[in-house]
């Protein structure tokens, strides 16, 4: 049906004052004069004004005018139009349809997916009324729980219609992300279209945002901060060593800097950053905080014409009362990796900071850090051979490339960039500061303020709080096995002289401490006994995880390659060291392998003076093994 016959079916869509309108506060500065233009020439088309006309005064051609009112009158899951909404330069107003099958002769993708689960559902509606099922009846549930609670049966229904080499089989976690999204958008839309009014529901989000702010200018400075992450606009080529000590390179790759900014005296307090284009996790928010209350030390600058401002630096080592000081509110975003368990637990238990989330995508209840973002890509990011405007010609974005390219640079001197970059920002003047700076403005505060501050003697310990975890795991072995005492964490079995001899304490249950940042080779233990617990001491991992010194981020990057048949691990050998090899000598055929060595981060070489001393702690001294 063509757009006249709809109108003449409708009449009352000629009425635009009906039509839904976006608040035009909420559109990106730079999207909002092209969303006017667009508006002006429909409602123009509306009122019967000439295609040539339209043309000469907006600029825009009759197929251009009959493309925007079909966005316009094109209609929601829930029955109503998405009027003036679909006329944001940008916005979607159909969900991406995926044509082309997921490749089967690639193991445990991560990439090149998008639309396969909505594929998969289209194509098998068993499938799409099983989940239907369960998705709408679970009442409050979240939907991670309900997608939890019916993996099991869904990957059994799957097999029946799908290969074990075809899609949701072939990815790294067969579909478990990507069947919690399905279930969130399939209970919104569901309830959506039963309250028949969209606009009612929007309404529930306008009532006043506890964390904007009504003033900066009353609050004191680490009152209130923003942290938010951003994917800075430029490339960049990591170079790394090889196995014979040469010069190894990464494909062009971006990073998400992290940043944690101070509402009052605009100050950056921390910063963190993550390589690639996928998003940050739950851990990379915690180190920015890490960043934040460590005391800060200028770098040793090796890059010519890089250097520091005069007055340049962090609040934790630049401005002596500021070491040490505790951030009291922090506003977040929705991102997964600010309302993940390890995030809340830092902030609340170990800082002892209130939270308050906002709306994704609608930054008006952080102000400062996306102007921070923007300053950033303007006048940082942006202005370096490898930087470009995402809005800007393709051929820009050519040009950052072949300077990425030219320009390779060490995991280091990419550290050393981030670093001035953002320290010379706390020492730039700014106007809403009566030209202060950051630092001044925190200094000035604090020489004239005698209101106590709160703030730790020790940050240092404390910021290793942030990154420690506790677990409750239950002691395994002994029965058909005859396996000595362990722990199983991460898939390492950890335990030591105390543990192997506690046979009778099989089955029972153990509290753990591990530094996910830090040498998980090494755990703390304690045996529960009632109210009370009995200290295990050091539990140590087993093999093939015993030998290398690793993170949890480095552990997970080798099981994930020893999961798909990447790695050949010898008996005795140590895991880190054999993903580390088999990387480098991939790396000389394809740059791909060299991504993923430099996002594991530098791998410590084996300690090889405590292999022998390893093999004699795995037999015990006095054997536990009742023998008849």
């Known amino acids: 049906m063509s757009i006249a016959e709809r109108l003449a079916m409708a009449p009352e869509l000629r009425d635009t004052t009906i039509w839904d309108k976006p608040r035009e506060s909420d559109i990106p500065k730079d999207d909002l004069e092209e969303y006017r233009r667009r508006k002006k020439a429909v409602t123009a088309y509306l009122n019967g004004t000439t295609f040539a006309t339209i043309d000469q005064d907006y600029g825009y051609a009759k197929s251009q005018i009959y493309r925007m009112m079909n966005r316009c009158l094109t209609v929601r899951p829930n029955g109503t139009m998405f009027g003036f909404h679909a006329l944001i330069p940008g916005v979607s107003i159909a969900p991406y349809m995926r044509k082309s099958p997921v490749n089967p002769e690639l193991a445990a993708q991560a990439k090149g997916l998008a639309g396969a689960f909505i594929q998969l559902m289209a194509e098998h509606e068993g499938l799409y009324r099983y989940v239907e099922k369960h998705a709408l009846k679970a009442g409050g549930k979240s939907a991670a729980v309900i997608a939890k609670a019916i993996r099991a049966e869904f990957l059994k229904k799957c097999a029946k219609v799908r290969a074990p080499n075809q899609y949701p089989f072939n990815t790294d976690d067969q579909g478990a992300r990507a069947l919690v999204r399905f279930i969130d958008r399939m209970r919104e839309d569901h309830y959506a279209t039963k309250s028949g009014n969209e606009e009612e ?198 040009s950052a490339l072949k300077a990425a390219s030219e320009h390779a640079v060490t995991t280091d001197e990419l550290e050393q960039v981030i670093d001035v970059m953002l320290a010379n920002y706390n020492a730039d003047s700014h106007e809403d500061l009566v030209n202060r700076s950051p630092i001044e403005y925190i200094r000035m505060w604090d020489s004239q303020t005698v209101s106590p501050l709160r703030r730790v003697d020790n940050p240092e310990e404390l910021a290793q709080r942030f990154l420690r975890l506790e677990f409750i795991k239950t002691i395994r072995g002994g029965g058909d096995s005859h396996r000595t005492p362990y722990i199983e964490l991460w898939w390492a079995r950890y335990t030591n002289d105390v543990l192997r001899k506690m046979k009778d304490s099989i089955g029972k249950k153990v509290r753990i401490i591990v530094d996910v940042d830090g040498d998980i080779r090494l755990i703390r233990g304690y045996l529960r006994r009632g109210s009370k617990e009995l200290p295990l001491g050091i539990l140590k991992a087993g093999p093939p995880w015993h030998l290398t010194a690793h993170t949890l981020e480095q552990r997970q990057a080798a099981h994930r390659a020893n999961r798909i048949k990447k790695l050949v691990v010898k008996p005795g050998t140590d895991m880190m060291q054999t993903f580390k090899e088999v990387r480098q000598r991939e790396a000389e055929e394809r740059k791909s392998a060299t991504n993923q060595l430099v996002k594991a981060g530098r791998i410590a070489d084996p300690d090889m003076l405590n292999r022998e001393r390893d093999a004699r702690a795995r037999v015990a001294k006095k054997d536990w093994i009742k023998l008849k």
């Open 201 to 398: 529901r929007a309404d529930l989000f306008d009532q006043p945002l506890t964390a904007q702010p009504s003033g900066a200018q009353q609050l004191r400075p680490f009152e209130e901060a923003e942290h938010d992450g951003h994917n800075g606009d430029f490339y960049f080529v990591i170079k790394t060593r090889g196995r014979r000590g040469e010069w190894i390179y990464t494909t062009p790759m971006r990073l998400w800097l992290l940043i944690l900014i101070d509402r009052s005296s605009r100050a950056i307090l921390g910063y963190a950053y993550r390589l690639g284009s996928t998003n940050y996790p739950a851990i990379s928010v915690m180190r920015s905080f890490v960043h934040a209350i460590t005391p800060w030390k200028p770098k040793d600058l090796t890059l010519p014409h890089l250097a520091y401002k005069e007055g340049a630096g962090f609040p934790s080592g630049v401005a002596p009362r500021a070491r040490g000081r505790l951030v009291d509110l922090v506003c977040f975003d929705g991102a997964k990796a600010n309302t993940a368990k390890v995030t809340m637990r830092g902030l609340t238990r170990v800082m002892g900071a209130t939270i308050n989330y906002g709306r994704v995508r609608y930054p008006i209840a952080r102000p400062f850090i996306e102007r921070l973002n923007q300053t950033l890509e303007t006048h940082g990011f942006r202005r370096l051979p490898m930087g470009f405007n995402p809005k800007g010609p393709k051929e820009e974005r050519e």
